[in-house]
C-alpha cells in the first residue's frame, strides 16, 4: 500500500517497491479512484478539504532540499507532518529516482551529504536510477554507516561498471 509506505513507514521502503511508488510522495488514492462505490461520491463542498494552493503538483526538486524549518512552515496543521521530515525526503527521493528526469541529480547529490541516514539511502537509490555515478563514488569512500553502504552498493551495481 502506497499509502502506508509513504505516510506511516518509517524506515527504509523496501527496493522492490520503490519503482511501483512512481511520483507519490505523500499518500495515494488509486484504491479510492477505482473503487466501484465512489461513483456515487460527491466532492465535499468544504474548501477544508481541498489541496493547499502550491502542494497539489509541487516541483520535487524543490522539495529534495526543503529544511525542516521550511518543512515545519510549509505542511503546518497538514497531515504531511505525520510523514516527518526525514520520511518525506524520503519519499521525494523515490519519486525523483523515478522520474527519469537528469535534472534531478544536482539535489539528490546534495541529499546524499543529508544528516539523515533514511535521506541518504534513498537518494543513493534514486541517483542509481539515474545512472549517476560520481557521486556515489565520492560518497562510498566517506560514508560510515553499513545501510546506506549497502544502498550506493547495490545503486552502483544496477550502474554497472564505469
Known amino acids: 500500500c502506497i499509502a502506508y509506505l509513504t505516510i506511516e513507514h518509517r524506515g527504509a521502503i523496501p527496493r522492490e517497491l520503490r519503482p511501483l511508488m ?9 484504491c479510492q479512484d477505482v473503487c466501484p462505490w465512489n461513483k456515487f461520491a460527491r466532492v465535499a463542498p ?13 516541483s ?11 518543512f515545519s512552515r510549509r505542511f503546518k496543521d497538514s497531515p504531511v507532518k505525520r510523514a516527518k521530515h526525514a520520511g518525506f525526503l524520503r519519499n521525494v527521493a523515490v519519486a525523483l529516482g523515478n522520474s527519469n ?5 544536482p539535489a539528490l547529490e546534495r541529499a ?10 534513498h537518494a543513493a537509490w534514486a541517483l542509481g536510477r539515474l545512472g549517476s555515478r560520481g557521486a556515489l563514488d565520492r560518497r562510498r569512500a566517506v560514508e560510515p554507516l553499513p545501510a546506506v553502504i549497502e544502498e550506493i552498493d547495490a545503486a552502483l551495481a544496477g550502474i554497472g561498471p564505469s
Open 101 to 105: 528526469d537528469p535534472a534531478a541529480i
Open 46 to 58: 468544504e474548501r477544508e478539504f481541498y489541496a493547499r494552493e502550491g502542494n497539489l503538483t509541487p
Open 22 to 30: 512512481g511520483n507519490l510522495v505523500f499518500g495515494c488514492d488509486i
Open 112 to 121: 546524499l551529504e543529508h544528516e539523515e541516514p533514511l535521506v541518504r539511502a
Open 60 to 70: 520535487l526538486i524543490g522539495l529534495m532540499s526543503m529544511t525542516q524549518e521550511e
